[in-house]
């Protein structure tokens, strides 16, 4: 039995790179499978970058590698980089709703990067929280509820 998979193959490329990692976490969890490897190289783009532009939710029990991973934050969007499943549901704030051992693990030279400012600040929010979402979407990990991480 497989103990890890790889966003680089070419079966769980998606439309983006976020849906990309993210069919990548789904089929491990779905499978048993404890680690999702995200490589330096990304063979959907021909580009040693991972652009995310929606966060990436995690299940408990996982362990998302970024082995010399450049993961960066799409020029405007305001998001987690990842955040568990849970996160922002009314399940999530209950007892029944916790999520355990999620790592997120870096490996030779990783990078989660923000990218280019986004607009989002606390004064921002504070003054018009009707355009602004919460400061904690701008946090690029993001984790409520959830033990042994």
């Known amino acids: 039995m497989f103990t890890e998979v790889f966003t680089s193959e070419e079966r769980f490329w ?3 790179d976020s849906s990309t990692i993210q069919n990548a976490i789904d089929y491990a969890e779905k499978h048993g499978i404890s680690t999702v490897v995200i490589p330096q190289f990304n063979p959907r783009t021909s580009e040693s970058m991972w652009r995310i532009d929606e966060a990436i939710l995690l299940p408990s029990a996982i362990t998302v590698l970024l082995r010399n991973a450049h993961l ?3 020029l405007g969007v305001r998001a987690n980089v990842f955040r568990n499943r849970n996160a922002w ?3 999530g704030k209950t007892l029944e709703g916790e999520q355990y051992g999620i790592r997120i693990l870096g490996e030779g030279n990783a990078v989660i990067d923000g990218g280019f400012p986004n607009g989002l600040c606390e004064q921002f929010h504070r003054s018009r929280p009707d355009l602004y979402p919460h400061m904690c979407v701008n946090l ?3 984790l409520h509820n959830v033990r042994d991480f």
Do not use: P
């Open 14 to 16: 998606g439309d983006n």
């Open 72 to 74: 960066r934050l799409e």
């Open 89 to 91: 549901t009314e399940f």
């Open 140 to 142: 690029l990990v993001f």
